[in-house]
């Protein structure tokens, strides 16, 4: 049983060196540490978005966060399972966007989504402002135009849903929704 202890100790000793290092910015011990785990990162979030490229920047990310986050690791867990928590973090924020910027760049016109694509979500304080710019946009229209857009892109509600809680017909409902996209678009793009 003692021994057993000795090994945990010495295992929370090379960690806790291994730690400073790479707080210390020692850029062999990084490497080191990066070689140990990115073939196993790579497959963790591989599994779960099939995609090369995005898995690789992920990964990558993974380990830029995993050494940001070090400042507040204080040996509750080992490295490599402290390592694991950050990336299934980055495996379930990278799933969400995606799903979001689908449910966004669906309902769009293309025309739309291209200017949008660039920015959209990739960076923080541009998603912080279409959100913004999105909201500013829906305020502004009709109050039916809000409800209907809201309803259909935002609560994802089915067009006789949508009916039945505005008391129209189907065929308005319809015409109501293109209209206030039409609304929207023009709205949004006169928007500065």
């Not at 799903?99 to 966004?104: D, G, M, N």
């Amino acid at each position: 049983m003692n021994h057993s202890h000795t090994i945990d100790d010495c295992k929370k000793n090379k960690e806790y060196e291994q730690v400073q290092l790479i707080l210390g910015k020692d850029e062999s011990e990084i490497l080191r540490f990066y070689k140990t785990y990115n073939k196993s990162v790579f497959r963790l979030v591989y599994k779960q978005i099939p995609d090369k490229q995005k898995a690789e920047e992920i990964m990558h990310d993974v380990f830029l966060d995993f050494i940001e986050a070090l400042r507040d690791f204080y040996f509750q867990c080992s490295l490599k399972t402290y390592l694991f928590s950050i990336a299934r973090h980055k495996i379930i924020d990278a799933i969400r966007r995606k799903k979001i910027k689908h449910i966004f760049f669906s309902h769009l016109p293309s025309y739309i989504v291209d200017g949008l694509k660039v920015v959209f979500i990739e960076d923080e304080i541009e998603q912080k402002e279409i959100t913004e710019k999105i909201n500013t946009v829906m305020s502004s229209l009709p109050n039916e135009y809000e409800v209907v857009l809201r309803l259909k892109y935002i609560d994802g509600a089915r067009v006789k849903h949508i009916a039945e809680k505005m008391s129209l017909g189907f065929k308005a409902t319809e015409s109501l929704i293109f209209r206030a996209r039409q609304a929207f678009i023009k709205a949004f793009q006169s928007e500065g």
